[in-house]
Nanobody, 124 residues
């Protein structure tokens, strides 16, 4: 099995910064795309950022220029640096990973995993 464990959430004032981390562990052959998503109360989950294994990134306009996603492939870890935070960034942030696992020693299969989520609250 594979586990994704997030850390770094908390309460921050508007204009402040937070850095989230998500470490993947378990039976991992390699990880392709990793990403962060968020869900605010009463709203649908939305994309925050994705990063491919070679470092290509993608952001929606709502966070572009304020948030930066990065990863350490050796540690199977993805990070989200969030600057200039706004109250509307308040949500549960969850990481996601496309994980290739070696099955029966010879077959590579792809799976998608989610972390448990970490609360980010932006408030004065």
């Amino acid at each position: 099995q594979v586990q994704l464990v997030e850390s770094g959430g908390g309460l921050v004032q508007p204009g402040g910064s937070l850095r989230l981390s998500c470490a993947a562990s378990g039976s991992i052959f390699f990880i392709s795309t990793m990403g962060w998503y968020r869900q605010a109360p009463g709203k649908q989950r939305e994309l925050v950022a994705t990063i491919s294994r070679d470092g290509s990134t993608n952001y929606p306009d709502s966070v572009k220029g304020r948030f930066t996603i990065s990863r350490d492939n050796a540690k199977n870890t993805v990070y989200l640096q969030m600057n200039s935070l706004k109250p509307e960034d308040t949500a549960v942030y969850s990481c996601n990973a496309d994980v290739a696992r070696l099955v029966a020693g010879t077959t590579v299969r792809n799976y998608n995993y989610w972390g448990q989520g970490t609360q980010v609250t932006v408030s004065s």
